[in-house]
């Protein structure tokens, strides 16, 4: 049995292939195959019980040569170097796609936050934070929430940082609670921003939404409001799941019934009237519209030829390998890639830090409104590199992201 590619593996295929594609000067490929910086730290917390205990923390910045680095901090058992370097180099594509002024970057600890205590959790991000107090910062790298981290994360970092700064400095981060200077509209950005790709893939492929049948593997944050929003928009959502399974039921499912179930249950796995399933099987459910936003590496070659959607939208980072994104293609699957997808989360970021920067709060139809502009944009900006050099919109979206970020290095000049 073949061993499973790393998310890192994957990042550099995919570069390594789009760097063909559009004969991408080898200098600057070689530059783009590194962060450009990597820190890893100890990160000891006194536990509740008054054991210490010692967790593994990293920092990767991928590349900053369009702006500030940007990129989420996710708490996860899981987290490895590996994993943190491809999900940074994904965040500099994505950022280039949306065509906002960031590169990518991307943190982690290395933790269980479910077997932590709310105040142990606190312990670990303010000692992370005085760890990166040196490479963060409002010019430098601006971090943001991920799997198991939230706003008010994203609040102890602001304080641990502004307290070292002597001054409130909510620009440091985003993904904020609006009581702080958070966005409107910050919550519900990345499934909105999922949405308004579904959408326009639709347009392209002349087939109805309203009516379409979606199955959603993840009901995490971006999982539980994509299902809600196309649910609103006249969707039949047959199918969810989360880390301990799925449920199916093919007359559709109400997205705010199984939160609420979910809510009191800790799964949404049992739901009355449904039919269990596992994550493995979802993706393989009869549906028009398939949406993976849980993790890494869950389209693979050995299940792509069973995928009977026809669109995959990646709500998550990185769940299809790339010989699956060749099994898809020719299955013409029309399968939206994760750098553009769900970059209305990094989108919002940046409305956010614009809003913090100048002091301003915008309402969220005017967030919402700017959101769509830019999604739409991308979109659209993909679609014609696809039809234009014959390829897919993974690798389109490569080629746009990669172009501008190759731009930039051309134009700054390697110095000394």
Known sequence: MSKALSPLDVALEQLNIVAEKMDLDPNI?????????????SVPIRRDNGEVNVFMGCRVQHNDARGPFKGGIRYHPNVTVDEVT???????????????????????????????????????TRRFTTMLLEIIG?????????????????????????????????????????????????????????????????????MPLKGASVAIQGFGNVGWNAANILHNLGCKIVAVSDSQGGIYDPHGIIP???????????????????????NNELLEIPCDILVPAALE????????DRIKAKIVAEAANGPTTPEADKVLFEKKVFLIPDILANSGGVASSYFEWVQNLTREHWVTKETNK?????????FRDVYAISKKERVDMRNAALMLGV?????????????P
């Open 29 to 41: 490929h070689e530059v783009l195959k590194h962060p450009k910086r990597s820190l890893i730290v």
């Open 86 to 124: 491809a999900l940074a180099m994904w965040m500099t594509w994505k950022c280039a796609v949306v065509d906002i002024p960031y590169g990518g970057a991307k943190g982690g600890v290395a933790c269980n936050p479910k077997e932590l205590s709310k105040k142990e959790i606190e312990g670990i």
């Open 138 to 206: 409002p010019y430098r790298d601006v971090p943001a929430p991920d799997v198991y981290t939230d706003g008010q994360t994203m609040a102890w970092i602001m304080g641990t940082y502004s307290q070292y700064k002597g001054y409130r400095v909510p620009e440091v981060v985003t993904g904020k609670p609006i009581d702080v200077g958070g966005s409107e509209g910050r919550v519900e950005a990345t499934a909105l921003g999922v949405v308004f790709c579904i959408r326009e893939a639709t347009k392209q492929l002349k």
């Open 256 to 278: 705010s019934k199984v939160y609420e179930y979910k809510e009191k249950s800790g799964s949404v796995v049992n739901f009355k009237g449904a039919q269990s399933i596992t």
């Open 297 to 304: 590496n869950q389209i693979l070659k050995n299940n792509a």
């Open 370 to 378: 700017k959101l769509e502009v830019k999604m739409v944009k991308a």
């Open 403 to 415: 172009g501008r970020v190759a731009e930039a290095i051309r134009i700054l000049g390697l110095w």
